[in-house]
């Protein structure tokens, strides 16, 4: 009796939180035994998200991002409008609630839990400028894993397409990540299959950011007509979205390393004017949308291999700036240490060995690294440096410190 009456108790609490009635509660918290007694099911995203504000259920505990009224009792300093704070506290997984959401139907699968998905996909490509390499990796693999589970289940075409396209964001994040980190060949396994997933859901903007990828890896790879070949493959896939600009910034970066100073120009003229005819973007954080100020940092590196150091440093100076927070955090970390080590190549061009050396360590530290792209421009600076002061002892130890990273860089490889 005491516990019935403590349920009941329970029960009335949370109806008068929710505004639902109390047998209805009652209904819903009750067993069902051999497929009798069916259950009322809470589906609805809308109506979950109030039952969680209504009880006051912290976000981390249902698989979501920190509600509003979470924020607004906390004193402790974040960045503003962090999408990734589940991944910085390390909270609950963010596909938790949609395996929570799909109990709640019979079927494999419900628009909630597909809602569900898209969204932790859309804070992990919102995390990748600054987020740890190795978590996002961890958490992207296993966010693959759950995705490609799912596909087994019984559900519509709509939603098998779906899937496939949540699937195919998720391979093209995990190639971007598995190549920070090193992982060549399981970057491309990835990369290879995001672009298969674009081409069996007809995605077009899936694939142009497979072939961006490409462009990529060729491009830190010293392959410049494989990067052409990318590019164009690229631009044949997709006329609409923001990756097209990243495809002309690739092509003006190969163009400055072969010394193209015209295609240079007429690269980044292309990029820039797509740049212009497009919305501004909301979340400029996300990896796969290009944000206007981003295009310092295109013409930063495009400046400084056509050797006008002036207008590189200028580029360089405004990235560092653009990519820190108003409370001194780097918000974009990668960018700002190619900016530092642009600004390490003008310096060691003009005489100034310890701004030079300052600058490249400075970048070589960063926590947060793209090895491949860091390393392409720390080479730079390194060639630099021995070829204008070849004795002195700084010169040797940046040269040592480059390697360093270079005999680092051997993980091991997993599919995913």
């Known amino acids: 009796m005491e516990a019935c009456a403590y349920h009941s108790t329970c029960f009335a609490k949370i109806a ?3 505004g639902y009635k109390r047998e209805h509660i009652g209904k819903m918290a009750r067993p069902e035994t051999d497929g009798k007694g069916v259950r009322p099911r809470i589906t609805q995203y809308y109506k979950i998200l109030e039952v969680v504000d209504a009880l006051r259920i912290p976000g981390h505990l249902a698989g979501l991002a920190p509600r509003p009224w979470e924020l607004a009792q906390s004193t402790t300093p974040s960045r503003p409008d962090d999408p990734s704070t589940l991944i910085a506290q390390g909270g609950a997984g963010l596909w938790d609630v949609a395996e929570l959401l799909r ?3 019979l079927s ?5 839990a597909l809602e569900s998905i898209e969204q932790g996909i859309d804070q992990l490509a919102r995390a990748y400028p600054y987020a740890d390499a190795d978590y996002l990796h961890e958490r992207t693999r296993n966010d693959l894993h759950y995705v490609t589970k799912q596909l087994e289940g019984r559900m519509t075409l709509r939603q ?11 391979f093209l994040l995990n190639a971007c990540v598995q190549y920070d980190r090193g992982q060549r060949e399981a970057a491309n396994l990835s990369k290879a299959a995001a672009l298969r997933i674009g081409e069996e859901a007809g995605h077009g903007e899936i694939k142009a950011w497979a072939w ?4 990529w890896f060729a491009l830190t790879q010293s392959r410049w007509q494989d990067m052409l070949d990318a590019v164009e493959a690229g631009h044949a896939s997709d006329q609409t979205h923001s990756v097209g600009v990243q495809l002309y910034a690739h092509k003006a970066r190969a163009a400055a390393r072969v010394g193209d100073a015209r295609l240079v120009r007429d690269s980044l003229d292309a990029g820039r ?3 212009d005819r497009l919305p501004s973007p909301d979340h400029p954080e996300h990896h796969f949308i290009i944000d206007p100020d981003k295009w310092d940092f295109y013409e930063m590196d495009a400046y400084r291999l056509l050797g006008d150091d002036e207008r590189a440093a200028t580029h360089a100076r405004s990235v560092i700036r653009i990519s820190t927070g108003p ?5 974009s970390p990668m960018r700002a240490a190619e900016a530092r080590l642009t600004l390490g190549v003008a310096a060691a061009r ?3 060995i310890e701004e030079a050396i300052g600058m490249g360590t400075a970048a070589l530290e960063a926590d947060r690294k793209s090895l491949p792209s860091l390393l392409l421009v720390a080479d730079e600076l390194d060639k630099e440096l021995r070829a204008r002061y070849p004795r002195e002892a700084a010169t040797r130890d940046f040269h040592d410190r480059v390697m360093t990273i270079k005999q680092g860089t051997v993980r091991p490889e997993h599919p995913f």
């Open 108 to 112: 494999s699968i419900n628009s909630a």
């Open 350 to 352: 003009t005489g100034e």
């Open 212 to 215: 961006e990828i490409e462009a």
């Open 16 to 18: 008068e939180a929710t």
């Open 160 to 170: 098998h397409r779906e899937l496939l396209v949540d699937a195919g964001w998720l």
């Open 327 to 331: 409370d001194g955090t780097e918000i």
């Open 103 to 105: 109990r709640t139907e």
């Open 273 to 275: 004017a797509r740049l």
